[in-house]
């Protein structure tokens, strides 16, 4: 197991922080003893790239206006760290969903148990927790037949739907690691639902079960915006879509994206920095 470390100012910790997320197995953030400056930390498998992620941070800083931070990688010694992050891990509350790990005893119905593995989403991130509260939000006066999660990670948000709704759900991921994972917990969670690995909608089965009438992704700006000619043309009429992992100051490049391809803003949700938003497509 690997530890890399670096410093930023508290107000950028979160950014940061998505960063090393997609390395990594954990990401953690505490307050160091200099006022105004947060340590992150991440647990990786296996030896991270250093000058790789040195470059990205640089990248992200310079976008920022801000100095490359310095990145430290260090070996540890082993040590069963997924388990101990869903041992130490906290249930999280969020509209009717309970997110938890098998570590802690059933709560309701609701419960999503999840097993990180090596894939993004436990449900502490605020891009999770929007999602999921406007799934809860969505749930109160529609009801989708078909449902798809791009980008599932782990597959939270494709069970929270499998569990709130009597509807065909597929789940999807680049990542055949993380599509293994979301494969498991839909297993653990005991719901019906389809787990594939695809680019965006390149795979078949992500096509043939098209016209959605609820898309979920909750990935990044950049291709949430290249995405948005492929959800006009994957969504049912007055169908809608919950789009998340964007910044404060990506959402209005998101909503001119969506709103050229003719959707409807609807509602946005803001959580720490990040935002939410759901798109309807018109009838006509």
Known sequence: MWRVTLTVAETEATVFAELLESVSISVSRFETTSRGLWAIEAICERRPDRHGLQCQTALLAAALGLASPEITVSRLQDFDWVAHVNKIAQPIHV?????????????????????????????????????????????????????????????????????????????????????NTARENARINDVCMHVVNSTGFSNRLVRSMAPYDLIVANILARPLICLAGDFSRHLSRGGMAVVSGLLRRQERTVIHAYSCRGFILKHRAALDEWHTLVFAKPFR
């Open 95 to 179: 509209g009717r969903f309970i997110i938890r790990s098998q570590q802690h005893n059933r709560i309701g119905a609701k419960d999503i148990v999840t097993d990180a593995g090596l894939a993004f989403g436990t449900g502490e991130h605020a891009s999770t927790r929007g999602c999921l509260a406007v799934i809860d939000l969505i749930a109160r006066r529609y009801r989708p037949r078909r449902i798809l999660d791009l980008g599932c990670g782990t597959g939270i948000l494709a069970i929270a739907c499998s569990k709130t709704w009597p509807a065909r759900v597929l789940a999807a991921d680049v990542d055949p690691v993380a599509a």
